[in-house]
C-alpha cells in the first residue's frame, strides 16, 4: 500500500507538499498539484482518515438529514451530494428522519458525537433550538432545499416563489382559470412561497384568488390522490391542479383517472421537483424543475470551505427553477 513517502518521491516533492494537496491548503502551482493528484491516483493513495483525524481534529466525513429517502427528490438530493462530497475526500453519512422532530433531534445529537465535520440538513428542521445548540458548540451546519432565515447558515435553495408563479401561469396561459393547489404544510416555508408565487401569478391575470381552492396535504401520493379527488368531487371542479411536489401531482393523477377524466382533457396537473417519476408516469407530468445536481453541489462546496476554514461569512445561494411542459397539461376545452 503506497504511503505519503512514496508519494513525494515519486513526485519528487516534499511531504508537506503532498499533504497540502490531500488537505486542498498551502500555495502550490495548479502544475504540481495536478501532478500530486494524478501519482496518487495511479498509485491508488488513501490518506488516513486515523492520522488526520487525530492532527487535524477532523474526520472528513459530512452528516446529510434527510426527511424521507422514499421520496425520490430527497434520493436525488442525497446522491448529488454525496457525489460532490466524493469529489472532495468527504465521506458521507445519510439519516432518513421521517419528517419527525425527535428523529431529527436523535440524529443531529449522534452525529455530533460522531465528530462529523458538518451537517448538511434536508429537512424542515422542526426544532431550531437544537441546531443553535449545535452552532453554539461550533458545529458547522449548511441548509439545503429550506430556508431556515433564523439561523446564520449556509444555505442553498430554488426560488420557490418563481416556481409556484411559473406553474400557475402556465395553466393561465393554457385558458384555466379554475387552478386548485395542493400543498404541503405550511409550516415548511417552500410551501408557502410556492402558494405565494401561484397566487401572485392568479392575481396578475385579474382572477379571484380563492382560498377554497387551496388545500394542504401530507406529502404522498395517496395523500395528493385523496386531497385531489376531494377537489374533484365538488360541483364545480377545477379544471388544472398545481401539486407541490411531483408525488401530489402523480396522486392527482390517479384521482382524476378513477373519476373516468382523462388528463390533460378534462384536468391538466403541473408538479414541482423533476424527479424521475415525472418523465414515466403516463401521461408524463408537467414540472417545475429544480437544478437537483447543482443544490447538492453548491452545498457541499460551501460547506467544505468552511470545515477548511477557507471562509468566514454565511452565503445564501437561490437558484432558479425551470418550468418543463410534458404531456399532463393542455389547453381548456369549453
Known amino acids: ?3 505519503i513517502y512514496d508519494i513525494a518521491k515519486e513526485a519528487n516533492v516534499s511531504i508537506a507538499t503532498v499533504s497540502k494537496v490531500i488537505n486542498q491548503n498551502g500555495r502550490i502551482s495548479d502544475k504540481t498539484r495536478k501532478r500530486v493528484s494524478d501519482i496518487m491516483k495511479r498509485l491508488n493513495y488513501q490518506p488516513s482518515m486515523v492520522a488526520s483525524a487525530l492532527t487535524k481534529k477532523r474526520t472528513y466525513t459530512i452528516g446529510l438529514l434527510i426527511p424521507d429517502l422514499a421520496n425520490p427528490f430527497f434520493a436525488e438530493i442525497a446522491r448529488s451530494v454525496e457525489d460532490r462530497a466524493h469529489e472532495l475526500g468527504f465521506n458521507l453519512v445519510i439519516c432518513n428522519t421521517d419528517n419527525d422532530s425527535v428523529k431529527e433531534e436523535s440524529y443531529t445529537v449522534l452525529l455530533k458525537q460522531k465528530g462529523v465535520d458538518g451537517i448538511i440538513l434536508a429537512t424542515g ?4 433550538a437544537i441546531l443553535k445548540k449545535l452552532l453554539h458548540q461550533k ?3 449548511a441548509v439545503i432545499a429550506r ?3 433564523s439561523l446564520a447558515v449556509d444555505t ?10 411559473l406553474a400557475a401561469n402556465h395553466l393561465i ?3 384555466h382559470r379554475s387552478i386548485a393547489v395542493i400543498t404541503e404544510k405550511f409550516e415548511v416555508m417552500s410551501s408557502r412561497e410556492r402558494v405565494r408565487g401561484y397566487r401572485q401569478a392568479i392575481e ?3 382572477l379571484l384568488f380563492e382560498e377554497k381552492w387551496v388545500r394542504v396535504s401530507s406529502f404522498q401520493v395517496q395523500d395528493g390522490k385523496a386531497t385531489a379527488g376531494l377537489l374533484l368531487d365538488e360541483d364545480n371542479p377545477p379544471t388544472a391542479i ?11 393523477i390517479q384521482a382524476a383517472r378513477e373519476r373516468g377524466l382523462s388528463v390533460p382533457r378534462d384536468l391538466s396537473v403541473v408538479g414541482f421537483d423533476n424527479t424521475i417519476l415525472a418523465t414515466i408516469i403516463d401521461p408524463p407530468l408537467t414540472t417545475i424543475a429544480q437544478p437537483i445536481q447543482e443544490l447538492g453541489k453548491q452545498i457541499v462546496d460551501l460547506i467544505s470551505q468552511e470545515i477548511n476554514e477557507k471562509k468566514t461569512s454565511k452565503q445564501r445561494l437561490v437558484l432558479l427553477p425551470e418550468l418543463v411542459v410534458r404531456g399532463s397539461t393542455g389547453k381548456l376545452i369549453p
Request: glycine share 12%; charged share 15%; net charge negative.
Open 1 to 3: 500500500m503506497a504511503t
Open 156 to 165: 442553498v435553495l430554488v426560488d420557490d416563489f418563481l416556481g409556484g408563479y
Open 173 to 175: 396561459e393554457l385558458g
Open 242 to 252: 398545481f401539486a407541490c411536489n411531483d408525488l401530489l401531482a402523480i396522486g392527482a
Open 204 to 206: 396578475e391575470a385579474g
Open 147 to 149: 430556508d431556515m432565515p
Open 139 to 141: 458545529q458547522v451546519i
Open 125 to 128: 428542521a422542526h426544532n431550531n
